[in-house]
């Protein structure tokens, strides 16, 4: 709450006698988050494994120079070994560097997908909140995308507009575009309800009024003044977003209506280890591992946010 | 409430007939074909009369204005003649699917057995694993079970069905022969053993599906009991003498279960919908798969009417989430 200082002591007379010093220097808002947010362990280590995972999908390829779609037929179907850690496929594809191509796609989706939600989201919340005349017909939109059977939705989407946009951008680029935007526009609303009910509440507040009063116009009041401090559900719905975007992206891949079959993402690469169930059964559990791993990480540390930004909580 | 409710069904209506309109809009871009696994000998002519046939003749508004027909009034006549034995729907045209040439709400009605008997059983179990795991862990907040349990919802929220799905056909039917793999749809329960046949196909996908809803229910739950255990209503029960168990699971545990049972209300639609992946992963032949085939197959009514049927399912549910929430909380005045 950067904005907000404490009712009580503003209208206060000033104490005569300030008593002793403060021994310890003041600190800032972040300072305190960070505190709360190191001490909650699942926290901290979902955010170091997140990070990881993401260093290692963007940076690997460096270190790791297999070409993920180079076929070596002679060398295919083999297990774990120094020069394949992950093994290889049925066409002799090194499978830890499809394991990082895949990471690469599949993250980028997630955070592009999370990134278009939470605009869309932030923008439909905040305008909800603060012009009273749009509220209702924006809420009611909410929960009429609330109660659209989502998955079904995505289904037809994906298969709708695959042609048109490949053809536009090119196979690769139209179906990233696709997905980003498919799984954007199917899930910004709960980040829509938590803004607009805290822009509610901050609306009737005293900066607010004291903003208005000297004469500050509506965007930069919101961009000043409201939006800063509902940054927190903001970065709470974000990282949920991360997760579930990550999920539905390779939900889509396993169900055959994804990315082309050469472009490797970890939903892909699981569905096409399920052929090979029987005979190699341990192809199925390295994307899906990572999947779970990514996905659960991110969770943590969006408990652990949530509790750090949490004024209430924090200090307990 | 009564006028509450009353008012909130009226509300459904242009809310569902929106929607359906949202879906068939969708479905009219649809660049498939549904003559283009027709021979190519056939002549173009002919393939035109049978696009007739199938009612792409006809202009957008009156194909949506058709099935709004067929489906809001010439198939609830098909349920009361099939109930009753009347014959109010004969000879009026029902919602035809483009693949099999046969009614869509008859081949619903053959896959909703399966889907229930999986998705159903799955959501009962899990939400009775769900109860006391989430009262015990907010009881001893911060001990060992309760972290343990944080750590399992986490888990089941993280995992995706499609890898669970997969994980437990490895481990129980790859490795260690447990169970089959394929849900076998046409099998049927007879006798104790043919039970026993059922029981072990069912146990692998209900697994799966009850994973998921225990981690959110026992959430909802243990943050709900956490709410409550604070109250001054529970010091109040305390000082008076009751025993503990009385004050935990009379007192508290009404109380706490008051947002639990909406929640566990509102997740029934989304269980439908997260039962495609799973059935998919099984070979279930519910609803799920129709759904997926039939998007495949560019069979639009089936899709349009299942897609429907859904939403449906979650305003309903959305409905009957509010008028439990006001009934079971006198504090809740609707009016």
Redesign the interface.
Known sequence: MTDAPDPVTVGAPLPANPGPMPSRPPRSQWRDVWDQFKSHKGALWGGIIFLAIVLLVFLGPIFWTYDPTFIDIRSRNQGMSWQHPFGTDQLGRDTFARMMAGGRTSVSVGIAAMLLALFLGSFVGVVAGFFRRLDSPLMRLTDLFLALPLLPLLLVMMLLFREPLNAAFGPERGIFILIVCAIGITSWMPTARIVRGDVLALKEREFVLAARSIGTTNNRLILRHILPNVMSPIMVSATLGIANAIITESSLSFLGLGFPPDFPTWGRLLFDATDYLQQYPERVIWPGVAISLTVLSVNYLGDGLRDALDPRIRGR | MLTFTIRRLVMAVP?LL??SL??FL??E????DPMAQVPLTVPPEVKEKMREALGLGEPMHIRFWKWLVQFFWIEPQVLIDATFGTSFSQGDLRVISWQTRSPVMDIVVQRIPQTLWVVGTAYVVGVLIALPIGIYSAYRQYSIFDQAGTFVS??G????P??SG??V??VFS??LGWFPSIYDTTHKVVDWDSFVVQLQQMIMPVMVLALQITAQISRFMRASMLDNLNQDYVRTARAKGLGESVVVMTHVLRNSMIPVVTVIALGV?SIF??A??TE?VFKVNGIGQL??GA?QANDLPM?QT??FI??VL??LF?LIADVLYGLLDPRIRYD
């Open positions: 809310t929106f929607i949202v879906i969708l479905l871009l649809a660049p498939g986490m888990i929220f993280s995992v995706p499609f890898f997969v994980l056909i490895v790859v490795n639609p919908g997260g495609i992946i998919q759904l997926i998007i899709v299942l897609a859904f939403a979650i305003v959305n």
